[in-house]
């Protein structure tokens, strides 16, 4: 069983950065596709960004793109999303999910991924 805890969520300012953490157990993260999503009050589950088995290839979505990078530390079955330049819109909880046993290029949508972790808030004040 596959387990994702993500953490370094908090409340910033705007303009400010965060890094979060994702750390998986259970199966190493290196066989995986593992994406970052956000999800503000009201709204569906977004996209931001993903991350393939060869770690070279991420996909960013435009509300992002610029601002937010991520890597990941295989050695210790960790995925970070960097964040900087925060916006209030930014506000949301964050999830990472990943799936295992494909090769495919990075899925966007949540239905796509079967792990997830249980979030972590992030609050942007203006």
């Known amino acids: 069983q596959v387990q994702l805890v993500e953490s370094g969520g908090g409340s910033v300012q705007a303009g400010d950065s965060l890094r979060l953490s994702c750390s998986a157990s259970?199966?190493?993260?290196?066989?995986?596709?593992i994406g970052w999503f956000r999800q503000a009050p009201g709204s569906e589950r977004e996209f931001l960004v993903g991350?393939?088995?060869?770690?070279?290839?991420?996909y960013i979505t435009d509300s992002v793109k610029g601002r937010f990078t991520m890597s990941r530390d295989n050695a210790k079955n960790t995925v970070y999303l960097q964040m900087s330049g925060l916006l209030f819109e930014d506000t949301a909880v964050y999830y990472c999910?990943?799936?295992?046993?494909?090769?495919?290029?990075?899925?966007?949508?949540?239905?796509?991924?079967?792990?997830w972790g249980q979030g972590t808030q992030v609050t942007v004040s203006s």
């Open positions: 259970g199966r190493t993260i290196s066989t995986a596709i």
């Open positions: 991350i393939n088995q060869r770690r070279i290839s991420t």
């Open positions: 999910a990943a799936r295992y046993d494909f090769y495919g290029p990075v899925p966007t949508s949540p239905r796509d991924y079967v792990y």
